[in-house]
Structures are given as structure tokens and as C-alpha cells.
């Protein structure tokens, strides 16, 4: 399968078999490039570098931004405690909105940023690009109202309306019969799949898990995210990968030549397993989170139960125990139509 070709984008694997990917431009910075070849962090931090580098860059010269100005505004948040503190891709997605939004008004005295404006850019934007620009310039203008740059916060009531969608895809339990099937027991990718499935955490908290993180048979998770830390039984099924898979010292998952991976390397490498299997595009990592939490809501576990081995609110465990209640229901009603039919008969 080819895959998108950007153009100034060099790729190499280095030394530790991770893939790396650098926005390279004669007589430009070099620009390092992280997330999945492809991913909308990927992508995001491609459209901030094909903007920090729409000028040549000259020996000692430094990009200034008028006191006052949008442009300071943004140079300022990116700077500060607010902005250090997000995690995961949502830097450098918020990057490369704020990016474009100060190319094209960075010259504009912030203070006088009207509401009118706000609504008229969001109206010219896609549901979902209205609601990720809306989060970036609101995170901006409360982080200027903080530091008295403006007088009031100009996004304040301001909504946009999203179509609903479940996001990521929910493996079923043919998908993950497939890949277990093809990365039997004893294989990295089964490993990686166990972790995923029985302890329902996210990409970055599982690459960190190893050894040490489990006393008397119960693993001890601080989550990266939320920083919730959580206590959970290790279930057979990952007890078996485990003991069957060769390990890294820190970590149970470990590249070729035995480092612990990054996020954004694994997630490749998870394609990778997934493309192998010849499992389609929608099977991602975060999809056996999800299918880990619908397991858990169709043997019969509450919202607060599930919420405890996730981590999530009880507003997203949710809509997982709400399927599995209603397929229960629908099974419960087959079961007393097919009694029914059984005594007219």
C-alpha cells in the first residue's frame, strides 16, 4: 500500500528501529516531525513547519512581533505554563492553528479582537475544523484575559455544533480473533494486543508498563493524561502473554534492539502488526481500549466498575454500557418471542 507523499518530508528508521521524520528544505531549519506518517499530529506539525519556513531564515535574525499585537499574544501563550502543561498531540495541533490564525491577523492589536470576528471565521470553517480552532483561539484569549492583555474573553458562549460520531472504530471480536491468529501467543504484537485489551488504557501509559508496575499480581498505573492512578487485577489472559514473551528490563514492550518505544514509534509499528494481519485502516490501538471497555459492559459491568479500570468519566463509560444493555435487552426479548411461539404451538 503507497502511502501520501509530502513534499521537503525525508523519512528514515534510525539505529533503535524507530522511524523518523524530518521537514528538510535547502537553505532552511531542519524541522523534526512527530506522530504517525499520515496522522492529523503528523499533519499538523507538517502545516506548522511549511509556516515557519515561508521565509528564508537569515544568520542572526529573529522574528519580532508588535507589542500588543496577535502575533505577541501567541508568542507569549507558547511560552507559558498553560501551553507547557497540554500533553500528547494537542501541542502541536494547537500549534498549527494558531500558526495560520497569526499569518493571516497576527498584526492586529489583540485587545480589540472583536466577537463578531470569532463568529465570522468559525462560519467560514467544517464542523470539526470550527470546533478545534474554536478550543485553540479560546485556550489563547482566557491565557490573554489572565494577563490583562484584554479586557474580556471574545469566544465566551460561543458553541459550535459537531456532528455526533463515535470517533475511533471499536474492534469486534472477529478483528481481534484475526490478528491473534496471525501474532500468535508469544509475539510482541500478541503482547501488545493483551496490554491494549485487558487494561483498557491509552497508547502512552501502556508503552510505559513494565515489570515493575506490578506487585502481588496487580498492576499500578499512573495515567499520563489525567494523572489518575489506578490499581488493577492482572487478568489471566495478560498474565499468559506475559510469561510467554520475551521483555524489555524497564518495559514490557521493546524495540528490536531492546529500547522502550515512543508513542508515536509504536503506533507505527501497531500498524504495522494491524497491516500485516491484513486488518483494515479503522483497527488502531485505541480501538481496543474501546473494545476492551464493551467486554467489560457485556458481562454484565456497571458504568462506575468500568470507569475504575479506565479511568474515563462516567459520561463516556456511558455509551458502552448503554449498547450492551440494549443488546442484552434485545436478546432477552428473542429469548420470551421464541417461548411464546414454543406454547401456541
Known sequence: MSRLRLKYVHSFVDHDGRP????????????????????????AAYH???????LPIEIGAKKRSSPGSLSAAIAAYYGSLEF???????PAKRRAILETFRDQHGDKPVRLLPRLFITRELAKMKPHSARNWLKAV???MQFCVAHEMIAADPTLGIKTKVPKSDGHHTWTDDEIREFSEFHPLGTKAHLALALGLYTVQRRGDVVRIGRQHIRDGVLHVTQEKTRKSLALPV???LRAAIDATPIGHLTFLVTKTGKSYGANDFSEQFRKWCDDARLPRRCTFHGL????????AEAGCSANEIAAWSGQSLREVERYTRAADQARLARNALARAAMVKKGAA
Not at 528538510?24 to 506518517?37: A, D, E, M, N
Not at 507547557?84 to 494537542?90: D, K, P, S
Open 48 to 54: 506548522v513547519a511549511l509556516d515557519a519556513v515561508s
Open 289 to 296: 481500549r474501546k473494545a476492551g471497555c464493551r467486554r467489560l
Open 84 to 90: 507547557r502543561v497540554l500533553t500528547g498531540g494537542t
Open 138 to 140: 479560546r485556550a489563547l
Open 235 to 237: 487478568r489471566p489472559e
Open 20 to 43: 523518523r521524520h524530518y521537514f528538510r528544505r535547502k537553505g532552511y531549519k531542519p524541522t523534526s516531525l512527530s506522530g504517525v506518517y499520515g496522522s492529523e499530529e503528523f499533519m
